[in-house]
């Protein structure tokens, strides 16, 4: 499969297979990240990889309280309320790990790095048969300080990315995309 073909079919999992993912197949997507491009070559990622179900569905259930009793501060999130606020809702879906993906506090563009690590890792778990989906639901929690001290994870550090990652139950539909907006070309 071409490197476009794999971007093309790449897709967002919510829905994994009770199957947890090997230690090596969680070695070489982090391998996979931290080729990425990086402004001055600064590399400012770092990882933290979660697999225990129990500390998993707590950082969920964690992290809908802490949306919802912040929903002031995230207006765009008001519309899914009702369903963070399900005891049943998991943010993880049950996926049988979650790659977090911190920006160190150095370089031009750490943040941005580590986006760029994130899209390597998400589209190697798609060649190699693993679905992933993008958490935004959980950045705000593992952002804070009592958050990153249970997971040994320094102060100064950002959380950029928390990627589940599983083998795929159902591989949603293929998506269409808006025509690209060229604003220049001459």
Request: glycine share 4%; hydrophobic share 40%; net charge positive.
């Amino acid at each position: 499969m071409s490197i476009l073909e794999i971007i093309k079919s790449r897709r967002s999992v919510r829905k994994y297979k009770d199957k947890n993912v090997e230690p090596e197949k969680i070695d070489r997507l982090i391998e996979a990240a931290i080729w990425a491009p990086s402004a001055m070559n600064s590399q400012p990622w770092a990882f933290t990889v979660i697999q225990d179900r129990s500390t998993l569905k707590v950082l969920s259930d964690n992290s809908k309280k802490f949306l919802i009793e912040n929903m002031n501060k995230f207006k765009v999130l008001e519309k899914y309320k009702s369903m963070l606020e399900k005891d049943d809702y998991n943010i993880f879906y049950n996926a049988p790990a979650l790659i977090t993906i911190y920006a160190k506090s150095y370089g031009l563009y750490p943040k941005e790095d580590c986006a760029l690590a994130a899209e390597n890792l998400m589209l190697e778990a798609h060649a190699i048969g693993l679905g992933t989906c993008w958490i935004g639901f959980a950045r705000e929690y593992m952002d804070l300080e009592e958050t990153k001290t249970k997971f040994n994870v320094p102060l100064d550090y950002s959380v950029v990315a928390p990627i589940i990652v599983g083998y795929p139950e159902i591989l949603p539909a293929h998506g269409t995309r808006n025509s690209p907006i060229i604003l220049y070309r001459k």
